[in-house]
């Protein structure tokens, strides 16, 4: 996450931090992820059966892997 701030003077700082890590998902994107980590359906399919973006499960399962 970039951010900035303008002084008093006028001078402007820019920072950058990380983003804050997502929460992780409820049991029915929990089963979705092992699903498509087991390969017993695709990510796309596993996401799209729950409403999620493939990058959600994506996520969830780098978390697991933690």
């Known amino acids: 996450m970039i951010h900035h701030y303008t002084g008093p003077q006028g001078k402007t700082v820019t920072w950058e931090t990380p983003d804050p890590p997502s929460p992780p998902l409820d049991p029915t994107g929990a089963l979705a992820t092992l699903l498509a980590v087991t390969e017993t ?25 933690m």
Do not use: I, K, R, S
């Open 41 to 65: 359906l695709t990510v796309e399919d596993a996401a799209n059966a729950v409403g999620l973006t493939p990058a959600d499960l994506v996520a969830e399962a780098e978390a697991w892997a």
